[in-house]
């Protein structure tokens, strides 16, 4: 019997519990202000914003928004940065990405302060994490391991493998997964043989970002499969980098798109805007 992964309930327990944590502690006096700023008007991308203020008001917690128009320069948004660095009532901000081709998204994301930065993007987060120190998590890899462990799948000393090196999604995931103890393989486009590679796993992360690209022939049995990507196929219907029909009957457990990783992504944001 084959388990299908329901992110979408797992991340609104989390989100029921952050909520209980705000409530708690706005008795005790404390506070949390997110501000999220876009560039410009990509659809996804406001809608992306949408849904994180949203996330926030579920949790009582407040939230800025910050709307520059695309043609903003670097010059201007490093200022709204630095003004929300020391803007006292802002405990988290968050630049939506991807932002315009003529702003360096490197610059930006260093120049927000560490301790404000929920996105979990800053270098000094990053390094912080791969030497285990605590301090905030990477939201959608930190979404998997919750996903892994709410469901029960031991991630111990299993095989792991992650397609995919990202700063975002596939070098983090890696870290985490090593935290907790499982064997990891970091595969990429160079990465040769993939199919033998991946049916090595017992975990398998796919963060690809090609739509249905792993199919069954890139799958051990009973392995857990988790699908990170995003996608429209030519119909406009969601669908991820795994080929659902083609790997669901052959693995133990398996997550969907839609209602698989997404929805935790924004359960951890949300999670880190309290810390
Ligand atoms: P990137 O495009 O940044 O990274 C893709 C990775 O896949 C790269 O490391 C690349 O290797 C590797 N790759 C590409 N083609 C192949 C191949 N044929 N064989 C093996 N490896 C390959 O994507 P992201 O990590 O940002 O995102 C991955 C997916 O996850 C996307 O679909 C994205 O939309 C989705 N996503 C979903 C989120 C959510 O909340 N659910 C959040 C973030 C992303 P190389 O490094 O060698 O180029």
Known sequence: MNKIIDGKAI????????????????????????????????PASTVYVKNKKKAC???????????????????ELLKLVEELNTNEKVTG???????????????????????????????????????????????TPAGIIEL???????????????????????????????????????????????????????ILIVAVGRPKMITAEYVKEDAVVIDVGIHRDDNGKLCGDVDFMSVAPLCSAITPVPGGVGPMTIAMLLSNCIV
Not at 12 to 21: G, L, M, V, Y
Not at 25 to 42: I, M, P, Q, R
Not at 57 to 75: A, H
Not at 99 to 117: M, V, W
């Open 148 to 202: 892994l462990k709410r469901s029960d799948i031991e991630i111990a000393g299993k095989e792991c493998v992650v397609i995919g090196r990202s700063n975002i999604v596939g070098k983090p995931m890696a870290l985490l997964l090593l935290r907790e103890n499982a064997t990891i393989t970091i595969a990429h486009s160079k990465t040769k043989d993939l199919a033998n590679v991946t049916k090595r796993a017992d």
């Open 57 to 75: 008001e579920y949790i009582g917690i407040d939230s800025l928004s910050y709307e520059l128009p695309e043609e903003s320069s670097e010059e």
């Open 93 to 139: 901000i968050l630049v939506q990405l991807p932002l315009p081709k003529h702003i360096d998204e490197d610059k930006i994301i260093s120049a927000i302060d560490p301790n404000k930065d929920v996105d979990c993007f800053h270098p000094m987060n990053i390094g912080n994490l791969s030497i285990g120190r605590p301090g905030f998590l990477p939201c």
């Open 11 to 42: 991340a609104q327990q989390i989100k029921d519990e952050c909520r209980e944590k705000v409530a708690q502690l706005k008795d005790k006096g404390n506070k949390f202000t997110l501000a999220v700023v876009l560039v410009g008007s990509d």
